[in-house]
Antibody
Framework: VQLVESGGGVVQPGGSLRLSCEAS????????MHWVRQAPGKGLDWVAF????????FYADSLKGRFTISRDNSKNTLYLQMNSLRAEDTAVYYC????????????WGQGTLVTVSS | IQMTQSPSSLSASVGDRVTITCRAS??????LAWFQQKPGEAPKSLIY???TLQTGVPSKFSGSGSGTEFTLTISSLQPDDFAIYYC?????????FGQGTRLEIK
């Protein structure tokens, strides 16, 4: 199982960023996926979930509609579109695979750092 | 659902056996997972369904509990086991994590 995140970087407050998670070495289209983030020196914070076929999407209440999770099974890629970014969104963002179509996480990517700063 | 771990930090010696507790603010059946995270690394899945070891995880790790109270026990501590441990409920959305327990070498 390989999960490689990309798209992180430095962005100004109010800006946007799209993260990608490229999956390989497994059948991406039959696994649901999560995004989880971790602010510097803090604990794990769940962000969003998408069902294997995109039919269900769930988000952390704190995001208030600013983030959108999506996937392209033909490209084996998971996305996280982040808009109206705030300083408190600064974190390492991990994509994580679920066991089958359910919710439990079995594998994690290495993460990509997003820094929101002027 | 709020997940509360105790203790927040724990000092132990090589060879010791330690137990970490995780409490859910409401019943979550056995939809409870444990993760290990070492400095600078991504989390690693250890246990799911409260007590089932992820493939490849050594049997020194064990989990128990159901409903609102859960435990992670690590026996015969080795230097590689000193890390931060998180519990997570996946019973309902939004999914929530405990605040983490830092296991340090005494």
């Amino acid at each position: 199982v390989q999960l490689v995140e990309s798209g992180g970087g430095v962005v100004q407050p109010g800006g946007s960023l799209r993260l990608s998670c490229e999956a390989s070495e497994f059948a991406f289209s039959i696994h649901s996926m999560h995004w989880v983030r971790q602010a510097p020196g803090k604990g794990l914070d769940w962000v969003a979930f998408i069902r294997f076929d995109g039919s269900d999407k769930f988000y952390a209440d704190s995001l208030k509609g600013r983030f959108t999770i999506s996937r392209d099974n033909s490209k084996n890629t998971l996305y996280l579109q982040m808009n109206s970014l705030r300083a408190e969104d600064t974190a390492v963002y991990y994509c994580a695979r679920t066991y089958g179509s359910g919710s439990r996480i079995d594998y994690w990517g290495q993460g990509t750092l997003v820094t929101v700063s002027s | 659902i709020q997940m509360t771990q105790s203790p927040s930090s724990l000092s132990a010696s090589v060879g010791d056996r330690v137990t970490i507790t995780c409490r859910a603010s409401q019943g979550i059946s056995n939809f409870l997972a444990w993760f290990q995270q070492k400095p600078g690394e991504a989390p690693k899945s250890l246990i799911y369904s409260a007590s089932t070891l992820q493939t490849g995880v050594p049997s020194k790790f064990s989990g128990s509990g159901s409903g609102t109270e859960f435990t992670l026990t690590i026996s015969s501590l080795q230097p590689d086991d000193f890390a931060i441990y998180y519990c997570q409920q996946y019973y309902t959305y939004p999914i929530t994590f405990g605040q983490g327990t830092r296991l340090e070498i005494k």
